[in-house]
């Protein structure tokens, strides 16, 4: 997968999961890690994008190198975009 400049880490992960026809809703065993996560004292909150990789992951359409790949690209595109918006 190729980043333009037209085309964000989200976009490219929204058009994977559409493709293969996989949402960003949470399962079961997400609710039960993220109760767990709470419980143990720390907040984990996952958008939609970070949702879907997760998802993406789960069905086998990515494997764990290019979700860690994906993640790094996107949580940089999110911080540039902070500082941005703050410049």
Partial sequence: MSESATDSVASEVCKLAEKHRIGA???????????ITQLAGDAVELDN???LLVNLKRKGVLNK???MALQGRYLQEKRRSKKQLSA
């Fill in 49 to 51: 994008v970070e949702q």
């Fill in 65 to 67: 190198a290019e979700i």
């Fill in 25 to 35: 809703e949470r399962d079961g065993l997400s609710r039960m890690a993220a109760t």
